[in-house]
Every structure is written in structure tokens, then in C-alpha cells.
């Protein structure tokens, strides 16, 4: 399984950080390609939570991709999945999951992202459409 992680560290308390990272309705602010959050449906403290980010192509077209937060823990870890099952993504990816763990640091806060992704059929073999 493909995996790829990223550490930073990021001038901003970590509750600052937490509340950016466990709200989906931020993530075009920091997340690649993100133009808008579409039908959240926030449970407290982030699990359990779900929605719709529309993400840009390369050809400037809008593409839904759907999440659910798996796992959270207030301050320190939030980790979501996309929904493969019955969706384009179903061609090429098995499953994709990003994990965030976010650490304080003499009021800063080191981030970590770590991004798992299972891919399906000649995706495998280094599908355009995965770079």
C-alpha cells in the first residue's frame, strides 16, 4: 500500500491547528485542489463526521469526492477516509486515507500527514491519474 508522510512545523498553537484541521468546511484553505465542502455532517469532536469535497482537475473540472472521519481525538489526531464503493474513484483506488497527528511544541505545533492509498487493477502499475 502505497504510503506518504509529511511532517511541518507550524506557527500556530495546536488548538488553533486542530480546529482548522477537524473542520471539513476548512479544507479548501489547505487542502490541494480543494475549491469547496459540500453537505457536512458534523458529529462532536469530529468522528463519525462526513462530507463532500469538490476537487479540481488538472482541466479545471470540479470532481465530488466523498469522506467520513474515522477517528479522532481532540487536539491530537484526526484521521478520514474517502468512500470508494460506487463512485468514479471505484476504477482506481481500493481505499485512500489520510491520517493528521498534530503534536504542541513551546506554542507551535508540529503536524504530521500521512496518506495511505490501495489501488485497483493497472493503477498499480502508476495510473497518470495517481500522480
Not at 484526526?78 to 504542541?104: C, M, N, V
Request: charged share 30%; proline share 5%; with cysteine.
Amino acid at each position: 500500500m502505497p504510503r506518504v508522510s509529511r511532517k511541518r512545523l507550524i506557527a500556530a498553537p495546536r488548538d488553533r491547528v486542530w480546529e482548522l484541521v477537524s473542520d471539513p468546511h476548512h479544507l479548501p484553505r489547505w487542502w490541494p485542489r480543494a475549491v469547496r465542502v459540500e453537505d457536512v455532517h458534523q458529529a462532536s469532536g469530529g468522528r463519525r463526521s462526513r462530507w463532500t469535497t469538490v476537487l479540481e482537475t488538472q482541466r479545471g473540472r470540479g470532481v465530488r469526492a466523498d469522506y467520513r472521519c474515522t477517528s479522532a481525538a481532540a487536539g491530537e489526531r484526526y484521521l478520514w477516509e474517502q468512500d470508494i464503493e460506487g463512485t468514479p474513484f471505484e476504477k482506481i483506488l481500493r481505499s485512500a486515507a489520510l491520517d493528521i497527528h498534530l503534536q504542541g511544541r513551546n506554542g507551535s505545533t508540529v503536524v504530521t500527514l500521512a496518506g495511505s492509498e490501495r489501488l485497483r487493477g493497472l493503477s498499480r502499475l502508476g495510473s497518470p491519474m495517481m500522480r
